[in-house]
């Protein structure tokens, strides 16, 4: 530890205090799965399935045992996989494109919109009416609600329905972000979800879940999910193991139920940090209009990015950068993946000023105030 720096004050994200603000009933709930004896794919996983479709609005949900897994589910369960390609961006976690790759299929990425960091549907269609050259069939498109920011999801439904490919939305950050009265999530296809301790909703590990509309699909990918078993032991399909277990299930359904105030405590937070940035160089979160913020992460943009952290770091605030390389620049797939045709122009643009403040909500009133004055003395 560099002893000339001040201790951390504000961390920027702290997963252990969601559990400790509901450590009675996260406890007695682990308690509950522990005494079942029954530890995978037992009644609290399905009672966290049914529950959450209907917060989500879905009528299945699948748990699974991370996001990236949630995703390469959904492409297979699909029939997406070798032969195929799958539209996505650069800059999103790397698990988007992991998760493309896992099933054999083709990753293209195109770039984003400068203010709201999301899928730009123009280069989209661009793409759509020409892919670049020597790549196989496009048959997906994978957009990303980046930061609990929708994308513009349904002009890219419109484009993805006009050449007859599926939508796959990465929920990953935007649990219970919404577009008009639709909860993100419930747009396209299916959708995926990790459920990463750090996320809206978070697990006290590993955890993922899909959901979708397609009961079909949602019986196909609940046996891909465990082996190909539709009967026990007996493979119908070639699957694989990815499931979410009891105890994470009971957690998540502790989490569940108090999701929306946790949210609500996010655009909180949010409309404070707005106000101490108020006609400072620093650049908030556009929000779309007509969509609802969950803010999974408040990211600003910085001319000046070293700068503004080292600012903050001399004040005891931590920040983090969501995310400083993009994917198409990264050594393990720098000059192998196909881009769109500006190249991911804006997205080495944003990953350069890119800042992610503190965000969770058990940040203490306290604590916020303390980023506050600092974004106005950084201003000032």
């Given at each position: 530890m560099n002893a000339s720096l001040p201790p951390v004050l504000v961390p920027q994200a702290d997963p252990g205090a969601s559990y400790r603000a509901q450590k009675a009933e996260i406890d007695a709930a682990i308690a509950r799965a522990l005494a079942s004896g029954w530890y995978i794919l037992g009644r609290e996983c399905a009672a966290f399935e049914t529950e959450f479709a209907a917060w989500q609005g879905a009528k299945r949900a699948v748990g699974v045992a991370n996001g990236t897994d949630a995703l390469a589910l959904i492409l297979r369960g699909l029939g997406i996989g070798p032969g195929d390609s799958v539209v996505t961006v650069s800059h999103t976690a790397v698990a988007t494109v992991a998760a493309i790759e896992m099933v054999g299929a083709v990753p293209i990425l195109v770039d984003i919109e400068p203010d709201t960091y999301t899928m730009d549907p123009a280069e989209l269609e661009a793409v759509l009416a020409a892919p670049p050259p020597g790549v196989p069939p496009i048959r997906a498109v994978v957009p990303v609600h980046l930061y609990g920011q929708?994308?513009?999801?349904?002009?890219?439904?419109?484009?993805?329905?006009?050449?007859?490919?599926?939508?796959?939305?990465?929920?990953?950050?935007?649990?219970?972000?919404?577009?008009?009265?639709r909860?993100?999530?419930t747009l396209g296809r299916a959708a995926a979800f990790s459920l990463y301790p750090t996320k809206n909703l978070g697990a006290l590990g590993d955890g993922g879940v899909l959901t979708t509309d397609d009961e079909a699909l949602a019986e196909r990918i609940a046996a891909l999910r465990q082996y190909g078993w539709r009967q026990r032991y007996i493979s119908d399909l070639p699957g694989v193991n990815s499931r979410l277990d009891e105890v994470q299930a009971a957690a998540l359904r502790v989490k569940l139920a108090a999701l929306d105030a946790a949210n609500a405590r996010r655009q909180a937070i949010a409309a404070a940090y707005d106000a101490a940035v108020a006609g400072s160089a620093l650049a908030p979160p556009a929000r779309r209009p007509g969509t609802t913020h969950v803010f999974h992460q408040y990211v600003l943009r910085c001319g000046d990015r070293a700068r503004v952290q080292a600012f903050l770091r001399a004040r005891g605030i931590a920040t983090n950068i969501h995310y400083p390389?993009?994917?198409?620049?990264?050594?393990?797939?720098?000059?192998?993946?196909?881009?769109g045709p500006s190249a991911c122009r804006e997205t080495e643009a944003v990953a350069a000023s890119v800042l992610s403040l503190p965000m969770f909500p058990e940040l203490t009133d306290a604590q916020v105030e303390a980023v506050c004055d600092a974004l106005r003395a950084l201003s000032g």
């Open positions: 929708p994308a513009a999801i349904e002009a890219i439904v419109a484009l993805a329905n006009r050449h007859g490919v599926a939508v796959v939305e990465d929920c990953s950050q935007s649990h219970g972000a919404r577009v008009g009265e909860t993100c999530g390389v993009p994917v198409h620049l990264q050594p393990a797939y720098r000059g192998r993946v196909a881009l």
